[in-house]
């Protein structure tokens, strides 16, 4: 999963920033990706990434709509 939404680095180095991996997967994940992970990362930390979504990453209108059930 790592490696398909932050292609750029190693999957290691991704899972090692989990905010920046957790961003990248609701932008370019599908909701299965997304199902996914969220049976091992709380929807805490999902909501704190959207809350502080690095810039140039996506636009936030398209994050909300992602992962509306975490406002």
């Not at 490696?3 to 609701?26: C, G, N, S």
């Not at 299965?32 to 810039?55: G, H, N, Q, T």
Request: hydrophobic residues 40%; glycine residues 6%.
């Amino acid at each position: 999963m790592a490696r398909k939404v932050v292609w750029y680095h190693q999957p290691e180095q991704t899972l090692a920033d989990l905010p920046t991996f957790l961003i990248h997967l609701m932008v370019y994940g599908s909701s299965a990706d997304v199902a996914i992970v969220e049976r091992d990362v709380p929807a805490e930390e999902f909501r704190s990434v959207l809350e502080k979504a690095p810039a140039g990453v996506g636009p936030y209108s398209e994050l909300q709509k992602t992962r509306g059930n975490c406002s």
